[in-house]
């Protein structure tokens, strides 16, 4: 069974759900270990089962040394693949790390994707462009924003009268089903 770590900035929702996942077989893997970027993420509470520890940016230098300090936690719970799961902070991959760290936009990539495309930003992003579809990319993570393979893309059409938060929602319920199936896929492959 892969040992898996959360990275988490926010609710944990995504984490939550793959940690389900794992729990009722979907996804061969055992989380281990939750770092949240910060103490207020609400996933804290909602992971509470799992071992967690928080790590904040403004304690360190700069982001490989932040990275770094992830790592060890990841490294020393026995995790050999790391999801990012709302993770908000720039996280620098060392070559020990690359092609082990998956992450899941709220977009479509590359596209949506980018410095400053997070959260509700992609979302007015699509709207504004009068896009007719969105959705949300399981991909692996390298030193690049949003840039990394892709591994999953699941797609929902733009409705009129869509609002952000209308099609946050659509797009979230997708990433509910497309993080699961990307990581146990990631995960057979990887035997
Ligand atoms: C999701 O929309 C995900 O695509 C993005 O951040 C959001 C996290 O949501 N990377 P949650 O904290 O998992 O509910």
Redesign the pocket.
Same mark, same amino acid.
């Given at each position: 069974m892969t040992k898996l770590a959360f990275f988490?900035?926010?609710?944990?929702?995504? @984490?939550?759900?793959l940690a389900r996942a794992c729990k009722d077989g979907r996804v061969a893997g055992e989380p281990v270990l939750v770092v949240a970027s910060t103490p207020k993420?609400?996933?804290l509470a909602r992971l509470e089962g799992i071992p967690s520890q928080v790590v904040e940016r403004s304690a360190f230098k700069s982001d490989e040394a932040f990275s770094e300090v992830c790592y060890d936690a990841a490294e020393a719970a026995g995790a050999t693949v790391i999801c990012? @799961?709302?993770?908000?902070k720039r996280l620098w991959v060392p070559k020990r790390w690359e092609g082990r760290i998956l992450?899941?936009?709220? =977009?479509l990539l590359p596209r949506f994707g980018g410095a400053g495309m &997070? =959260?509700m930003h992609?979302h007015r992003a699509v709207l504004a462009a009068g896009e007719r579809e969105s959705g949300?990319t399981v991909h692996l993570v390298d030193n690049e924003f949003d840039h990394g393979r892709v591994l999953l893309e699941r797609r929902v059409p733009v409705l009129p009268g869509d609002t952000a938060e209308t099609l946050?929602a659509r797009?979230?319920a997708e990433?509910m089903k497309a &993080?699961p199936e990307a990581l146990a896929a990631f995960l057979r492959e990887r035997g």
């Open positions: 988490i900035s926010g609710t944990g929702g995504n @984490a939550l759900n993420a609400g996933g990012l @799961a709302g993770w908000l992450n899941i936009h709220p =977009g &997070y =959260g992609v949300c946050q797009v979230y990433e &993080y």
